[in-house]
C-alpha cells in the first residue's frame, strides 16, 4: 500500500446518542470517500461529552456499524471525554487573554433572541454567585469560506453572538471541544451535514483567535424523512442494520449522487468502496435535497 498522504486528514466525528442512522450513514460514507480518494487519513472520534444526552453502548454500536458497512478508520478512535485537560487549558489562556465572561442568563431570558445572545452579561463585572456559563466575546466582524458544497458563504459575527464555550452544568461546549480536537488531530478537510453549517462561522472564529489553521468544508444536504423532516435520532431514524449492509450504502450513495456499479449486488462491501472511492465526485453532490428520501 502506498503511505498515506499527510496533507489530507478527514474524520468522522458522531456524538453517541444513539445508534448510527441513514442520516449519519451518508456523512460517515461522503468524509471516508473524500478521504481515501484525496489519498489521506481518516479518523473518528468520539464525541462524547455530554453524558446527559449519550446512551450507554452507543458508542461500540457505532463503531461496530462503521465496520460492518466497511468504513474502517485509521488510528486508534479519539475519545473526547478524555480530553478534559486540553479544553481546560483553552479555556485558560482565553481567559487569561480577557476574552471570556460569565453568563447567567437563563434559557427563558434568552427565548426571545431566538438563538443570538443579546451580550446582557458581557460587562458583568463580579463573579457570579449562581451557576453561570462561559461565553466568548466575539467582535463584530463577518467570516467567510468557501463551502465546497454550498459554496461561498458569508457570515455576520454579531448576528450569532458570544457562543458558550463552558456549560453552566460545567461540560464543556462542543463548539470547545470541536475546534480543540480538529486541531490536535490535524485535520485538513470537514466534510459532515449542512445542519452544521451555522456553527462554521463560531469554529472559524475561535480557531483563528488560537491561531489554528482553517480546514476545508464540505456541508452535505440534509437527508429528510418521508415526511420532510430531518432525520435524526430525535425523530427515531431507524438503527443500521449489520447484517446487510449492501443496500443501505447503495441508498447512500445515491443520496449523494454518486454513480452506483452494474451488478452491485454481486460486489464485497470492500470492493464496492473501492469502486465508490476510484468514482468519488464530489462535485455532483447538491447542496440540497430535492426528494426526500426515506
Ligand atoms: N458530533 C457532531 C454530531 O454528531 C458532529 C461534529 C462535527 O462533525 O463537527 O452532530
Ligand atoms: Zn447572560
Not at 32 to 57: C, H, K, N, S, T
Not at 68 to 97: F, I, T
Not at 192 to 221: I, M
Request: with cysteine; net charge negative.
Amino acid at each position: 500500500m502506498n503511505s498515506p498522504d499527510t496533507s489530507y486528514t478527514g474524520r468522522f466525528a458522531p456524538t453517541p446518542s444513539g445508534p448510527l442512522h441513514f442520516g449519519s450513514l451518508v456523512a460517515a460514507l461522503a468524509s471516508y470517500l473524500d478521504a481515501r480518494a484525496a489519498g489521506g487519513q481518516w479518523l473518528v472520534r468520539m464525541e462524547d461529552i455530554d453524558p446527559p444526552r449519550e446512551q450507554p453502548g452507543a458508542a461500540d454500536t457505532i463503531l461496530r456499524a462503521l465496520d460492518a458497512y466497511g468504513l474502517h478508520w485509521d488510528g486508534p478512535v479519539m475519545y473526547q471525554s478524555n480530553r478534559s485537560e486540553a479544553y481546560r487549558a483553552a479555556l485558560d489562556e482565553l481567559k487569561q487573554r480577557e476574552l471570556l465572561y460569565s453568563c447567567t442568563c437563563s434559557r427563558k431570558k434568552l427565548t426571545p433572541y431566538q438563538g443570538r445572545y443579546p451580550g446582557f452579561c458581557r460587562h458583568l463585572s463580579e463573579i457570579p454567585q449562581e451557576p453561570y456559563s462561559l461565553r466568548l466575546k466575539t467582535p463584530t466582524r463577518t467570516v467567510t469560506f468557501d463551502d465546497r458544497i454550498q459554496g461561498k458563504q458569508a457570515f455576520p459575527l454579531d448576528e450569532i453572538g458570544d457562543s458558550i464555550l463552558l456549560r453552566k452544568d460545567g461540560l464543556f461546549a462542543y463548539q470547545l471541544a470541536v475546534v480543540i480536537d480538529d486541531a490536535e488531530q490535524g485535520i485538513t478537510d470537514i466534510v459532515r451535514g449542512s445542519d452544521l453549517l451555522d456553527s462554521t462561522p463560531r469554529q472559524q472564529y475561535l480557531r483563528q483567535l488560537l491561531d489554528f489553521s482553517e480546514p476545508a468544508y464540505a456541508h452535505l444536504p440534509v437527508i429528510l424523512n418521508d415526511n420532510g423532516s430531518k432525520l435524526s435520532k430525535q425523530n427515531h431514524a431507524d438503527a443500521l442494520p449489520l447484517d446487510n449492509p449492501l443496500p443501505l450504502l447503495v441508498r447512500a450513495l445515491q443520496a449523494l449522487s454518486q454513480p452506483v456499479p452494474e451488478s452491485v449486488y454481486d460486489l464485497t462491501v470492500e470492493t464496492l468502496l473501492q469502486w465508490s472511492v476510484d468514482h468519488w465526485n464530489i462535485e455532483s453532490i447538491p447542496s440540497r435535497m430535492g426528494i426526500p428520501l426515506k
